[in-house]
C-alpha cells in the first residue's frame, strides 16, 4: 500500500470518531428542556449576590510555575532513564535545560510570586 494511504485513512477515522461521538450524543440524549434544567448550577448552591469575582494574577502565576515544573518531570525522566547510554552532548543538553528552568525558578522566587498569601 502506498503511505498516502495510511495518512488518508488516518485522516478519515480521525474525523469519523469524534463527529460520529458527536451524533450519537445528538440523537440518543434527551430533548426535552424544563425551567429547571437550564438553571445555573454550581455545586447545588445558589449564589447569593454578584458571582463576579476577581481573582488575584499570583494564584495563576503560581499554577503555571507549578504546571512548568510538572512538565520538567515528564521531559526529565527518559533522559534520567538512557543517561548511560548518552554521550556528553546529551549531558550538556540535560544540563542546559535544568539551568533554565533554575533561573526560572529563582526570577519567580526573588520577584515574591511563590508566597501564598
Do not use: H
Request: net charge neutral; glycine share 10%; charged share 15%.
Amino acid at each position: 500500500m502506498n503511505e498516502w494511504l495510511y495518512i488518508g485513512l488516518f485522516f478519515i477515522v480521525g474525523l469519523i470518531i469524534p463527529v460520529g461521538a458527536i451524533g450519537m450524543a445528538w440523537m440518543m440524549g434527551p430533548k426535552k428542556s424544563n425551567p429547571i434544567k437550564m438553571t445555573t448550577y454550581e455545586c447545588g448552591i445558589e449564589t447569593v449576590g454578584d458571582s463576579w469575582v476577581q481573582f488575584k494574577a499570583q494564584y495563576y502565576i503560581f499554577a503555571l510555575v507549578f504546571l512548568v515544573f510538572d512538565v520538567e518531570t515528564v521531559f526529565l525522566f527518559p533522559w534520567a532513564v538512557r543517561l548511560g547510554q548518552q554521550g556528553l552532548f546529551a549531558v550538556l543538553e540535560g544540563i542546559v535545560f535544568i539551568s533554565i528552568l533554575i533561573a526560572g525558578l529563582v526570577y519567580t522566587w526573588r520577584k515574591g510570586m511563590l508566597e501564598w498569601a
